[in-house]
């Protein structure tokens, strides 16, 4: 029987434990998506108890508490910072098999030193312990990131936000890792929403500009798109509830925005060439200044209504979107890459079942200016368990070239999640041995430990242009 989460932890071959601690293991980590607010970083914020850095956002774990019929005082409520710690104890000694029992112990170990199993029984033990850890000088925002071995993190940043925080951090040498802002534009696109008209004008009193027509919301974001260049900016984001491919002329566009901003009714219809339009102009501005473009789709959002109105969005109320069309996804792309103006893009889809799709649609768009110029992101929220990256990364080398895969991030708003690279490359190491030893592939060492530390670090750092040394 082997130890619980030893050294050898998820490496079943001595090919991958010398894949891993010889070759991925000493990578240093790009984050290039997460959600960790600037400010912390910038302000270098400390935690005064464990709870505060792993509970604080972290609705992976309200989900699992609710689910063990937790009460919502003690998930985002008004509980104690150690009475949740409680609770989450004695829920996690009841995630057998969940990715979220292997995250919080690697954490523990990283971080605070401690290898035993966390349960209901040691819980305020603990606790102590970490909190007592915390208040060492290295354990603030900046000293978490810096023992993770982070070379560079991009964060998520609407197009109004002026990047203050990102700027006081480049200013600060003291600090050697890059914090670079991502664009994220949703709230231009969701022509939809009820804050739409809100936004139009906190985004023209940014631009200095009355928006009242297409062309004013495309000259604002590419201002803005301008702005956060000039600031670093590399990569840009998009949540979507699936790719649209309705396409329509500016005229079109623009008489659907002129409806919106007179309070008229919009159909679904109307909706989808609106947002498809100012996509595919983004993707054209993307293309013309370098970015890559993420496309997260397939997800479903705030579904429990009663719960959205007590707790708000991103608290653990989303689920998998089974609606996710191949067909409009190809002819999204198809029409950048008919005129030669399709980015670098990253395919994100929440639903499993579309591994095999975003594989064969990458295959039709990649050439000769990037290598693996379209991938298929990491196994995303739901699929980040042992199995989700398994399949993901096996579909990947069924269909395309897993060797140039950018690996893993961590979509966190935690400074513990760096584990999560870790975790990731034990299963790629893992996988790649388990090829070894049933002889699918020979056992060159020295070429697959290069292959583990092109995912880990390598890819990434080509692929955005970030020109880190390692």
Not at 18 to 37: E, F, Q, R, T, V
Not at 60 to 73: A, D, F, H, S
Not at 285 to 306: C, D, I, P, S
Request: with cysteine.
């Amino acid at each position: 029987m082997r130890e619980f989460m030893d050294k050898d932890f998820l490496l079943t071959t001595e090919f991958a434990r010398n894949l891993y601690h010889g070759y991925a293991a000493k990578m240093p980590i790009i984050d290039y998506h997460c959600h960790i607010p600037p400010r912390e970083i910038a302000e270098d914020v400390r935690f005064s108890t464990i709870t505060q850095v792993w509970l604080g956002a972290d609705h992976y774990k309200w989900r699992q508490m609710r689910t063990n019929g937790v009460p919502e005082r003690y998930i985002t409520g008004d509980a104690s910072d150690f009475e949740k710690f409680q609770k989450w104890a004695e829920t996690l000694e009841r995630a057998i098999g969940n990715p979220l029992y292997h995250w919080s112990h690697l954490e523990l170990q990283r971080y605070f030193g401690i290898y035993e199993p966390l349960t209901g029984a040691n819980a305020a033990r603990i606790y102590e312990e970490c909190n007592k850890k915390l208040q060492e000088p290295d354990m603030s925002a900046r000293g978490l990131i810096l023992k993770s071995n982070v070379k560079l993190l991009c964060t998520t940043d609407d197009p109004i936000d002026d990047l203050h925080w990102h700027r006081q951090i480049a200013a600060d040498a003291s600090f050697p890792v890059q914090v670079l802002p991502a664009f994220r534009p949703d709230n231009a696109l969701s022509i939809e929403k009820d804050t739409f008209m809100d936004y139009m004008k906190k985004l023209g009193d940014v631009c200095n500009c009355v928006i009242d027509s297409v062309a004013d919301v495309k000259k604002c974001l590419t201002e803005r798109l301008e702005f956060f260049r000039a600031n670093g900016c590399k990569v840009s984001d998009h949540g979507l509830p699936y790719v649209i491919s309705d396409f329509c002329s500016e005229e079109t566009a623009d008489s659907i925005l002129r409806k919106k901003l007179l309070g008229e009714r919009i159909s679904a219809y109307e909706v989808n060439l609106y947002m498809t339009h100012m996509l595919t102009y983004l993707g054209q501005e993307y293309h013309r200044l370098g970015f890559v473009m993420q496309l997260h789709y397939g997800v479903k959002r705030n579904n429990n209504r009663l719960m959205f109105q007590k707790t708000g969005a991103d608290t653990g109320f989303d689920c998998i979107d089974s609606f996710t069309p191949s067909a409009s996804l190809a002819d999204f792309l198809d029409g950048l890459a008919v005129t030669e103006q399709l980015p670098k893009t990253i395919l994100y889809s929440l639903n499993p079942i579309d591994n095999a799709a975003i594989g064969t649609i990458i295959g039709c768009f990649q050439d000769d200016s990037t290598v693996a110029k379209i991938q298929q992101g990491s196994a995303w929220w739901f699929n980040d368990n042992k199995t989700g990256m398994e399949d993901q990364m096996t579909s990947l080398a069924n269909l395309g070239l897993l060797s140039n895969f950018i690996g893993m991030l961590t979509d966190s708003r935690s400074f513990l999640s760096y584990t999560r690279h870790e975790y990731f490359r034990r299963i790629l190491c893992n996988l790649l041995g388990q090829w070894v030893e049933n002889g699918e592939y020979p056992a060159n060492l020295e070429f697959l430990g290069s292959v583990a530390q092109d995912i880990a670090f390598r890819n990434c750092n080509r692929y955005f242009d970030f020109q880190l040394s390692e």
